[in-house]
T-cell receptor
């Protein structure tokens, strides 16, 4: 079966520290992968998406970056965190073969608090 | 610009009452439309989707939504609310020709006993 793993689930980091959130997908190959951020009381903001290894599209200029070193691995990073980076980060996957009508599947999320 | 709007950030209903959550999209071409539900501290789960087949779409947990092209709407309904329906609901669109899914701001549903 197809599953999405995110870690860590919870993270508390000081301002200026680095960040690495990881997302891995099982049970599929060549998926489209997405990072969303959900700030308190707000909707989901698309941050990055990737249609293949090494292919990253950035939606919002910001303090974050993404990488896809392997087909089923998607990493969200920052060199220096800001207070405004706090939020709930969700990795999502559009499984291959579902086409443009397919729905996204989501991981359980990573909650980041920057102090 | 292409967008999706959910009317009402909070909706409160009594248990057993009708649930109506509103969603409108802005596009000259009908997009693919989705409703997701999110329980606290969890990821999103698909309720239902419209992909240009039947305009009335039935989903899980008794929810359904009707696509109305003339109104550019895709409102979510459930005839009788249950306490377990309390959650946040997101309308989402994927415009033809792309792989990006854009989400509305969400509507938090409260169910009163």
């Amino acid at each position: 079966s197809q599953t999405i793993h995110q870690w860590p689930a919870t993270l508390v980091q000081p301002v200026g520290s680095p960040l690495s959130l990881e997302c891995t997908v099982e049970g599929t190959s060549n998926p489209n992968l997405y990072w969303y951020r959900q700030a308190a009381g707000r909707g989901l903001q698309l941050l990055f998406y990737s249609v293949g290894i090494g292919q990253i599209s950035s939606e919002v200029p910001q303090n974050l970056s993404a990488s896809r070193p392997q087909d089923r691995q998607f990493i969200l990073s920052s060199k220096k965190l800001l207070l405004s980076d706090s939020g709930f980060y969700l990795c999502a996957c559009l499984f291959s073969g579902t086409g443009r009508t397919g729905e996204l599947f989501f991981g359980e999320g990573s909650r980041l608090t920057v102090l | 610009a292409q967008s999706v709007t959910q009317l009402g950030s909070h909706v409160s209903v009594s248990e057993g009452a009708l649930v109506l959550l509103r969603c409108n999209y802005s596009s000259s071409v009908p997009p693919y439309l989705f409703w997701y539900v999110q329980y606290p501290n969890q990821g999103l789960q698909l309720l239902l989707k419209y992909t240009s087949a039947a305009t009335l779409v039935k989903g899980i947990n008794g929810f359904e939504a009707e696509f109305k092209k003339s109104e550019t709407s895709f409102h979510l309904t459930k005839p009788s609310a249950h306490m377990s329906d309390a959650a946040e609901y997101f309308c989402a669109v994927r415009f033809t020709g792309g792989f990006k899914t854009i989400f509305g701001a969400g509507t938090r549903l409260f169910v009163k006993a």
